[in-house]
């Protein structure tokens, strides 16, 4: 069973930057391929970023340019540095760990994500 548990989140203005974190425990974390996705209320869960075990990366056009999603495998976590934020970033932005030791591009649904920790709250003003 693997744990996520997600921080680092808050308010700031827009134009402004945060680091998400999502630290693991349980499973075997550098086999995983890790996501974070977002959820603003009355809106679906949506794909935001992705890196697998061997460091490709996947982001949603909306925030590709301005987040980059990285991991530290030695750590067992997962961070996302979010920069140029608008209020439209503004969600509960989750972290999931798929066992998926394939190629990163394609892993933008969460119905193929087997782990998910409880959200950290991104609010960005304007």
């Known amino acids: 069973q693997v744990r996520l548990v997600e921080s680092g989140g808050g308010l700031v203005q827009a134009g402004g930057s945060l680091r998400l974190s999502c630290a693991a425990s349980g499973g075997t974390f550098s086999m995983y391929t890790m996501g974070w996705f977002r959820q603003a209320p009355g809106k679906e869960r949506e794909f935001v970023s992705a890196v697998s075990w061997a460091g490709g990366t996947d982001y949603a056009s909306s925030v590709k340019g301005r987040f980059g999603i990285s991991r530290d495998n030695a750590k067992k976590a997962v961070y996302l540095q979010m920069n140029s934020l608008n209020p439209e970033d503004t969600a509960l932005y989750y972290c999931?760990?798929?066992?998926?030791?394939?190629?990163?591009?394609?892993?933008?649904?969460?119905?193929?994500?087997?782990?998910w920790g409880q959200g950290t709250q991104v609010t960005v003003s304007s």
């Open positions: 999931a760990a798929a066992n998926f030791e394939g190629r990163v591009g394609g892993m933008s649904r969460p119905i193929q994500y087997d782990y």
